[in-house]
């Protein structure tokens, strides 16, 4: 069923972006642009045109085609992606929406309705939500109540499925929008008199953190470019989704830098089962990009980052920290090291992770 949702979204776009561009579309369109065979792109405008999303513009005539056209060129979902990590009862949600707007909307009321909700935070169009598995009663309705808010969060299997109650547009973005965004398996949505309660199921991801330092030379090269570089590079894995990037300072006094001494590490929400080459294709490709040899990595799995762990960053930014000592810490901590000295501030970016941008970029911040 996933894998039918995906390919339903995808068609549905390419039908809407010909029809604004050309005013219809035809089945040679679709064939080529998806490049499928022209029995499957003929199978999927039949299946759109009975949902009534789709319909016959102009009927064939002798050898010129059908002409079809999307009934509304307006996005069918302003939720771009869903999807959800986990770390044993935590989970964090993430919502990216086509607007800045829309998830701040969805953020302020979700933190108003509070519900399972422990923490809501939002970076331009990414909402991030922090939630424990289990349910608490909210109020909906109209102002001042929430319109919108996650009541409960629970476990199916290897999916997490998000308890909603809605009123007014959110009502509409539960019961219309939000089984069209990437990431998402199911929606059952219920009217109940003004409100709409239903459920979204999201895979179970797991949450990764790539810390990368000492990949730049005097000569060129910066550390913030080629961590960006990997998060391109590794979201190109089925299975691996972008979350973040972030540039962190560590300690300004130490001799061997090139610069002001930045590392940065990306956040990644990943299938368990792509754990293993995701971490082989982060070292082969920051080996292979970094000017520095002594280039260094450090993995980590988790939502919460220890007070032990906490504390090396916190080290990392006002000592010098030898590499027994990186490693006898990642070892305490289960987190995976490559490279060379690098992985000494690699791990400390690891250990920032979670941390606001203005103390990660000001070393002198570490009350934390």
Known sequence: MPGVLEHRRGYLRLMRQFTLDNGFFTVTDIQRSAGIPRSTAQDWVNRLLHEGCVLIREEKRGRSPARYAAISAMPSSTCKRIFTTVDGDMVRIYHDCMSGSCAAFCGYHHALAGGTLTNVERDGTLLAESARIGMNEINIGLAPLPAVGVYGVSRDGDAIVQHLHSIGGPAYSLSDMMAKADGVLRVEPRHEGNLVKGKVWTRALTQVTIGVDDTDSPGGGATFALALALLNHV????????????????????????????????????????????????????????????????????????????????????????????????????????????????LGAVALAGLPDDVLLDPAMNEF
């Open 235 to 346: 979201t190109g894995i089925k299975g691996i989704l972008p979350i973040s990037h972030h540039i962190a300072m560590l300690n300004p006094s130490v001799f061997n830098k090139t610069a002001g001494n930045s590392s940065s590490f990306i956040e990644l929400a990943v299938m368990p089962d792509k754990y293993d080459l995701l971490v082989e294709r982060a070292r082969r490709f920051v080996a292979d990009e970094a000017l520095s040899k002594e280039w260094g990595i450090a993995v980590r799995c988790g939502l919460v980052v220890p007070p032990g762990l906490r504390e090396y960053g916190r080290k990392a930014r006002t000592q010098v920290i030898a590499r027994t000592v990186a490693e006898a810490t990642a070892e305490r901590f289960g987190i995976t090291l490559s490279g060379g000295n690098g992985v000494i501030g690699a």
